[in-house]
Each structure stands twice: as structure tokens, then as C-alpha cells.
């Protein structure tokens, strides 16, 4: 943008800072190919004494800065307001750190599990994420969770809500009654705060340190003292597991000791089982391959989804048949984009050619009614539609009463494809009409009469001299007209009934209703490439240089 | 002059004494309703009272209920919440409070008890289906149908709707299968305590789209609730499915030839949630709000303007004649004896699971 080379108008018409320092190298190189014997001249100087070519360098240097300022509060105010919003929305249609932050333990302990066994995964898992949902329950983010990974397997949404109400009341008591027995001072905080602190204990208990940590940073957060708050099961329960598999070698506190020494005799709760009471669907491998393919930070999921994909534990697959639709409302928005267009040019063309050659007075008057629909408001517009096509609406009155159709068959023009293409064709109409006048209003009416008296026909005069000059107002007016009509989103959703719809309208039902943000970004994502990838087309079939809005 | 502002000083400190409790709380607050009839009668029965009470409390309307859930979290994301008090559907509660944007309460603390004692959480009862979810009225998705298009029998049944037969000519359905694929079941001789059970496998599903499919093509969906009381005004439609309070200002408002199809009524619930997070200024006047305009009367209130259950046992015998026409409210209830024969409750736990699920099928199933 702020490269002044490449507008070329300006290099033609007035010399720039730029041009003289490419006189200046090339003066400098003609003087050195003109000194022979090494008696060069110095380089050409500027009047204040400093060479020509730096100060003329200092001189675009500034001019360029200048260019900045001048164009930097909107540099800043598009960056911010509009480029920075939709990279953050494009960001989310990979974004999946959701999984591995609520259930950080679970993650690393499901590396091992095959999904394809066809059995749940044993105990420790278990262990892992009786300690993650225990916390992900108090931070209140397991329904948040089982809401993202309902989108890839149903039912999970209520398996986090009604084990989270269970998480808190497992039988795991029985570690904290065996081992409280054992020794009452287990159950002062104030033991566990200092045993916590010591990095011997710690490295002979890391499952209870990491879930220590964890739990009393929580605790933290909400202004609670870990060191007066009762100690939870779930931490005993670490302790137990933690004891039961390192026996505690290590620790330094001697009273670990103590415990490590009985734990081979404690009375023991299956976890897997206290899961399965909670809900018997924590014993389908199916929920376990779920979490384990979307545990990545990043994933491809919700672009797959996006083509009528999915992800699953076993790989990536087609969606069933009877889901599949991205494809066919991606198909549907190009094809009834191009309809649009290619209407708005029929009906435009010949609208801003009256308008270009009659007289300004009049060609100003009409100007007005083809503007008057930009002054009221779209939905208004759409409405109208509504009463003119629908059944009992305006055209099919009037067609009945001239007898023309039958009352028991009255034509159906609306909440179909029809319906969308005749009102966005009207909306979208001036967006075509415009450029396409400004166009036509700059082409001279001589050609036409030089072609005439040449001996050519109507026909010929105006398809080889009259059109090709009209065709950047076509292709501005076009380029215009398809991009909108691809991202419209109210007319269809009016309009449209069901065979109607663009994939704007899943967009705004998945950003809206169902919450899917990062399947609705990934459709944008593809909506994006898809209009770039037009415009490309655009660009190499037509040339972006033949487009003139004026 | 010294003397004279130490009076005046004395003087507006002693009119401020008694403000001091009334100062601990925002003197503005934002609501977040549907707009149109039902927020008129929120307007109504609520903020008026209350800002007759409390004269300099401005309180801000929002008409964004129908995207409150995606803005709400949008503004949580971007941390800062300007909205005080939101009026969803219970389903959009229930994911609100899944998602941590609601603030949890505790009934017997936040809301005022019955006339006659018996406590808030009792009052409510069930209803109060989320730790987030203050019920405010029972409303139902019913149908209604032309009077003049049905010839000499018309329908009382669920069943009709399928009937291209006895009733043709075009029915509107709403765009989402909640509600459409039990209805759908229902008609396709699956008993009522089944139908979920049925609608939970994916032969259910095919049954209840196959259904909906023997009228696919006579059926205009529709997306807005306004949309069934026009196409019904216009005669596009013999019969279609919206909210009652929709149907009612059709048939007793508007005075179109328009009657009632009660069966299998849908009941939902809609009341008010807390954004989680407020500051306590604001969070203190919403509280001092939310007392206020649950409280029985008020609930009774809001029924002279709409057709709407209020969701307080206590406030049913309370309803009594609607504003403006001045007839009886009781009989245009869904909560009716009358008109509550054969009702559904909204499985909330149900569709928070298969409703994606669900979704992509009918949406699918649709766009065929």
C-alpha cells in the first residue's frame, strides 16, 4: 500500500523522489565507467553537500512514511475491527485445546489404550479422570466439554452432566476412612500442605503432587486457603494409587511410610465401576476412542465435518448418507450465485443502457427509482416478495382472476429455489446496474455511428464495438453481485424453504443455535477459499484489469 | 454563606441517609427479552411496577433473547457482560448453565415465597429444570387451524396434521425436528411413554422422517414464530404449528377464523437467568429485580396480556381476565384441564444430547 512505484499514473505524470534516484545510480555509473585511471569524480551532491542519491533516498524514505500516516487510523481500525475478529473465528475452526486442558491426566493416560481393542481402558484412566472431572466439576467446565464432544458423539453431553453431579460422592470415602484411621493427622490440611512442600515426598507421590497442585490452585482462585479446607477423596485416593505402585520409597516424611505399609491390605474401590454406576456408557470403548482422536490441540475434525467427513476413533470416514449436506449447500451456494448473476445481467443491461444514452435530466430522474430499494430496508424488500409470490399472494390473485391458472392449482414461487433467485436477483439489481451505467456512460456514441456507416449491421455495431467496451461494467458489476449473493444470509432464510437455503443459513444456525463456533468457522474458512478461488478464476479468464466500476 | 451550605450539606446528607441501602445497588439495569406481545406484558407486569417503585432505576430493553446464548458468550469471551438479566427458553438455560455464562441460585434465598408460605422452590416446583433457570411462564407448541378450510369436522387430533386426506392443502411446521419428529412418532402408532426411547435409535429416527415424509411436500417450515400467524391470516395454510400466545392474538386479537388443536401440545418453559460474573452493584439490583417480578402477583399479572401459564402453582387461581378484551384468560391457558388432555413435556435431556445429532439428519433429510 504504500509502495508508490507501482501506481504507475504517478511516475508518468510527475517525477518522484524515486525516479531521480534511479537517474542518480545511473548517473553515478555512467561517471564511473567515464573516469578511466581511477581518477574518479566524486558522486553528484545535493546543494546541502550530502550525495545526491542519499538525500534523494531520505527524500522516498519520507514520502513513504507520510503515504503510512496518512492511511495508518485505517490501516489500525481494519486490523482491528475486522481483520483480527475473523482470524481469531478462522483460528477456532482447528482450535481444540478443550480436551487436553479439562482432562490433562485422562489424555496422557489414554496414549497407551488401543482404541480399536474393543475394550475400555483399564483402571488408571479411570484413576486419571476421576481426578480431572473432579476439578474439571468444581471449575465447572465438564458440561462444557462433554457440549464439545457431543458434536462427535451423541450422548456424551449427558454423560459429563450426570457424572459430574456423581463425581463428588464416589465410594473412594473408603481410602480416606482407611487411611485417616491409620493416622488422624491425614486429615488436617495443615499435613498435607507441609508434606506437599517437600520435593523427596513428592517425587515418591508425583500422581498425588500433580493432583495436589492442580486442586489447591483451584482453591486459590476462588479465595480459599488449601491449608483450612477439608481434604477432598480424590486425594486420598492418589495417595492410595500413588503408595500402591511406588510404596512410597523416597518420601521423607515417615508418616507415607506408615500408610505405604498398609495400603497392600486396604479394602479397594474399582473406579471403573464407581464410572459405571454413574453412567454404564463409561464402559463403551466408543466414548473412550472419542476423547482419544480429539484430545490434539489442534484438529482437523471440524473441516471434515465441514465436507460431510467425520472423525472417529477408527480414522477418518464419510458421514452416513442421510447427513450429509455441506457438499450439496456449498454446490447450491456457487450454482444460485451464478443464477443471480447471470439474471442480474439480463435484467440489468439493457436498464443501464437506456440509462447511459438518454438524456442526463431524464437518465438522473430514473436513476432515483433504480436506487430507491437501497433506501429501504432489506427486510422489508424480502417481505414484499413474500406477498407477491406466495400462493395466495399478489401474482397468483391476479393469474387466477384472469383465468389463466386454475384456484386448485395456484403456482408455487415461494419457500423454494425460485422464490430466493427472483428476490435476490431484485435486491441485488443495482449493484449491477450501477458500475454497468458508469461503464456505458464512458463509451462513445461515435464508435457506434463510425461502425454503422461502415456498413455494418445493429447487431454487428453493437456486439463487436458497443459490448466488448461495456464488459469491465459487466465483470465489476458481477464480481460484485456474486460475492454478495455467496454470503447472503436473510433473503434465503425468508425465502428459501428448504431447497432455498445457502450455507450462510447453516452458518448462522451453528454461530447462533447450536454453538458449533468452530464448525461454523471452518465452513466460513471454506466459503472464504471458495470466493477467493473465484476470484482467481475471475482474474485469469477475464483479467481483474477489465474491471471498472466507473 | 459558610453556614448556608453546611445546612444545604446537612440537609442532602439527610436525605441520603435512607438511600444508603439503594446505593449499593446500580441505579440501571438491561433486560434481554423476545420482544413484541411477550415483552410488552414483561413491560407490563414487571418494569412498570417496579420503576413506579423505584423511580430513578432506568431499566434498558434489549430485544436479543433469540441469539442470547451465542452473544452472551461472545461477550463473556470478550469479558465484558452488559446484560443483566435474559429471558431464554429453558433448553438455551440449561446450555448456558452447562457452559458457566449462567449465574446458579439458590430459589429459596433469590425468590420471594408464596402468600401463604409455602417456600419458592416448592412454588416453582419442577420447573426450575437448570440450577440457572428462574421459570417464568409454561407456554406450548400447538397447532392452530382455519375454521373455514376444514370443511364440517374439524380436527381434534394430532393425527389430522398427517392427514393429507380429510385436511389438505399446506401445513407450516417448524425448521428443527424438536417437537416435528415426536409428533411424527406419536402418528406413527409409537405409544407416548416410547417415543423417546424410540426416537433415541437411529430406526426411530428414519421412522419418525419417514412420517414427516408422507407430507414433506405439502409442508412450509417455518423459522420465526410470527410466521405461522401470517401464512394462517393469509389463508397459505390449513393448519400450522407455532406458540400459543401467537395463536391466541390471531384468534382473540386479531379476530381471524382461526381455531385451536390443543392435542399433543408441546409445554415449554421460559424464564429468566443471570449472567454469570456481574459486579455486585448490578448483580444486587437484579436480585432486588428478580424478587420482585417472580413473586406471585406478578407472575398472575403478566397473564392479562398474553396467553401465557404463569410457572407458580400459587399464581394459577389468580389469573383473571386479559387487559384490554376483557375475557377470561383461564380457558386460552395450555395448563387448561381443558386443553391439557393430552400433553408433552419439552425432554430437555433429551434433546441436549441428540439434538446435533438429530439436527444434521432432519437437516439433511430437508435439503433432499
Known amino acids: ?550 | 454563606m459558610k453556614i448556608k451550605s453546611l445546612a444545604a450539606l446537612a440537609a442532602s446528607t439527610a436525605l441520603l441517609a435512607p438511600m444508603a441501602m439503594a446505593a449499593d445497588m446500580a441505579d440501571s439495569m438491561t433486560l434481554v427479552s423476545w420482544g413484541g406481545a411477550y415483552q410488552k406484558s414483561q413491560v407490563n407486569a414487571y418494569s412498570e411496577p417496579y420503576m413506579a417503585m423505584h423511580p430513578d432505576v432506568e431499566v434498558v430493553w434489549d430485544e436479543s433473547s433469540a441469539e442470547a446464548v451465542a452473544k452472551l458468550r461472545a461477550m463473556n469471551e470478550a469479558g465484558n457482560v452488559t446484560w443483566d438479566l435474559v429471558d431464554v427458553v429453558a433448553a438455551d438455560a440449561i446450555r448456558l448453565c452447562d457452559e458457566g455464562l449462567a449465574m446458579e441460585y439458590d430459589p429459596d434465598d433469590l425468590l420471594a415465597a408464596a402468600p401463604d408460605g409455602t417456600s419458592a422452590g416448592d412454588d416453582f416446583g419442577d420447573l426450575i429444570v437448570s440450577d440457572c433457570f428462574i421459570p417464568q411462564i409454561v407456554y406450548s407448541t400447538a397447532f392452530g387451524y382455519r375454521t373455514d378450510l376444514v370443511g364440517d369436522t374439524p380436527p381434534d387430533d394430532i393425527c389430522d396434521v398427517f392427514d393429507l386426506e380429510t385436511y389438505p392443502g399446506k401445513r407450516s411446521l417448524e425448521k428443527r425436528p424438536i417437537n416435528n419428529m415426536e409428533w411424527a412418532l406419536l402418528c406413527d402408532g409409537v405409544a407416548k411413554d416410547e417415543v423417546y426411547d424410540v426416537l433415541a435409535t437411529p430406526e426411530g429416527q428414519e421412522k419418525a422422517l419417514a412420517k414427516l415424509g408422507t407430507i414433506k411436500d405439502s409442508v412450509i417450515w417455518w423459522s420465526a414464530g410470527a410466521d405461522t400467524p401470517q401464512l394462517l391470516a393469509d389463508g397459505e395454510i390449513v393448519m400450522g404449528s407455532t406458540y400459543n400466545g401467537r395463536l391466541f392474538s390471531v384468534i382473540e386479537e386479531q379476530k381471524q377464523p382461526v381455531a385451536m388443536l390443543w392435542d399433543a401440545q408441546v409445554f415449554d418453559l421460559d424464564g429468566w437467568i443471570i449472567p454469570a460474573g456481574l459486579p455486585a452493584d448490578r448483580l444486587a439490583r437484579v436480585k432486588d429485580f428478580v424478587m420482585f417480578a417472580t413473586d406471585t402477583q406478578r407472575l398472575a399479572d403478566q397473564a392479562k396480556y398474553i396467553s401465557y401459564g404463569p410457572a407458580r402453582a400459587s399464581s394459577a387461581p389468580l389469573v383473571g381476565k386479559h387487559a384490554d378484551l376483557g375475557i377470561d384468560m383461564a380457558p386460552h391457558m395450555p395448563t387448561d384441564p381443558n386443553n391439557a388432555k393430552n400433553t408433552f413435556l419439552y425432554n430437555y435431556e433429551f434433546w441436549a444430547d441428540y439434538r446435533d445429532d438429530i439436527d444434521a439428519k432432519f437437516q439433511a433429510w430437508l435439503a433432499q
Not at chain 1, 169 to 191: H, M
Open chain 1, 1 to 550: 500500500m504504500s509502495d508508490l512505484k507501482s501506481t504507475g499514473q504517478q511516475t508518468a505524470d510527475a517525477p518522484t523522489p524515486e525516479d531521480a534516484l534511479h537517474e542518480a545510480a545511473s548517473l553515478d555509473a555512467r561517471e564511473a565507467a567515464h573516469a578511466p585511471g581511477g581518477k574518479a569524480a566524486g558522486p553528484v551532491l545535493a546543494a546541502d553537500g550530502t550525495p545526491l542519491k542519499r538525500s534523494l533516498a531520505r527524500a522516498l524514505r519520507r514520502q513513504k512514511m507520510r503515504a503510512l500516516a496518512l492511511i495508518a487510523p485505517l490501516l489500525i481500525f481494519v486490523l482491528l475491527t475486522f481483520i483480527a475478529p475473523i482470524a481469531d473465528m478462522l483460528f477456532r475452526s482447528v482450535e481444540n485445546q478443550i480436551v487436553s486442558e479439562t482432562l490433562p491426566e485422562t489424555v496422557v493416560a489414554l496414549k497407551d489404550w488401543d482404541s480399536e481393542g474393543g475394550v475400555p481402558p483399564a483402571d488408571p484412566v479411570f484413576a486419571a479422570l476421576y481426578v480431572d472431572l473432579f476439578i474439571a466439576e468444581a471449575q465447572k467446565l465438564h458440561t462444557r466439554l462433554g457440549t464439545r464432544l457431543n458434536y462427535e458423539k451423541t450422548g456424551v453431553s449427558s454423560l459429563f452432566r450426570k457424572t459430574g453431579r456423581r463425581v463428588g460422592r464416589f465410594d473412594t470415602d473408603t481410602y480416606t476412612d482407611q487411611i485417616t484411621a491409620l493416622d488422624p493427622s491425614w486429615e488436617d490440611p495443615a499435613t498435607w500442605v507441609a508434606m506437599m512442600e517437600s520435593d523427596a515426598n513428592r517425587a515418591a507421590l508425583p500422581f498425588t503432587a500433580r493432583s495436589w497442585d492442580r486442586w489447591t490452585a483451584y482453591q486459590l482462585s476462588e479465595g480459599d486457603d488449601p491449608a483450612k479446607e477439608d481434604i477432598e477423596d480424590v486425594l486420598f485416593t492418589t495417595l492410595y494409587l500413588d503408595l500402591r505402585e511406588t510404596g512410597g520409597t523416597g518420601a521423607a516424611d515417615a508418616r507415607i511410610a506408615q500408610i505405604a505399609a498398609a495400603v497392600g491390605d486396604f479394602d479397594t474401590v474399582s473406579l471403573s465401576e464407581q464410572f459405571a454406576d454413574a453412567d454404564k456408557d463409561w464402559l463403551d470403548p466408543e466414548v473412550w476412542g472419542t476423547i482419544k482422536a480429539f484430545a490434539p490441540n489442534y484438529t482437523p475434525g471440524y473441516f471434515l465435518n465441514s465436507v460431510d467427513m467425520q472423525k472417529t476413533p477408527h480414522g477418518i470416514e464419510a458421514r452416513p448418507e442421510n447427513q450429509q449436506i455441506y457438499m450439496k449447500l456449498f454446490k447450491r451456494t456457487i450454482f444460485m450465485s451464478m443464477v443471480i448473476t447471470l439474471s442480474c445481467i439480463m435484467l440489468g443491461y439493457p436498464v443501464a443502457w437506456i440509462l447511459a444514452n438518454l438524456p442526463t435530466r431524464t437518465a438522473n430522474l430514473l436513476m432515483i427509482l433504480v436506487l430507491l430499494p437501497f433506501w429501504t430496508s432489506l427486510l422489508v424488500r424480502t417481505s414484499a416478495w413474500k406477498v407477491m409470490l406466495q400462493q395466495q399472494g399478489v401474482i397468483n390473485d391476479t393469474l387466477v382472476w384472469l383465468g389463466i391458472v386454475g384456484d386448485a392449482d395456484r403456482l408455487v414461487m415461494i419457500n423454494n429455489q425460485f422464490g430466493t433467485i427472483v428476490a435476490m436477483t431484485h435486491i441485488l439489481l443495482p449493484f449491477m446496474i450501477l458500475p454497468l451505467y458508469s461503464v456505458m456512460q464512458t463509451i462513445q456514441p461515435t464508435y457506434l455511428r463510425a461502425a454503422k456507416s461502415l456498413g455494418a449491421t445493429n447487431w454487428t455495431a453493437f456486439w463487436r464495438v458497443y459490448f466488448p467496451q461495456s464488459v469491465p461494467g459487466i465483470g465489476a458489476g458481477s464480481v460484485l453481485v456474486c460475492i454478495l449473493s455467496i454470503g447472503y444470509y436473510i433473503t434465503p432464510e425468508i425465502v428459501g424453504g428448504t431447497t432455498g437455503t445457502f450455507i450462510s443459513n447453516r452458518i448462522a444456525y451453528h454461530i447462533s443455535s447450536s454453538l458449533n463456533w468452530g464448525l461454523a468457522a471452518a465452513l466460513g474458512s471454506i466459503l472464504l477459499a471458495a470466493v477467493m478461488l473465484l476470484y482467481w478464476v475471475y482474474d485469469k479468464i477475464v483479467g481483474i484489469d477489465n474491471v471498472k466500476l466507473g
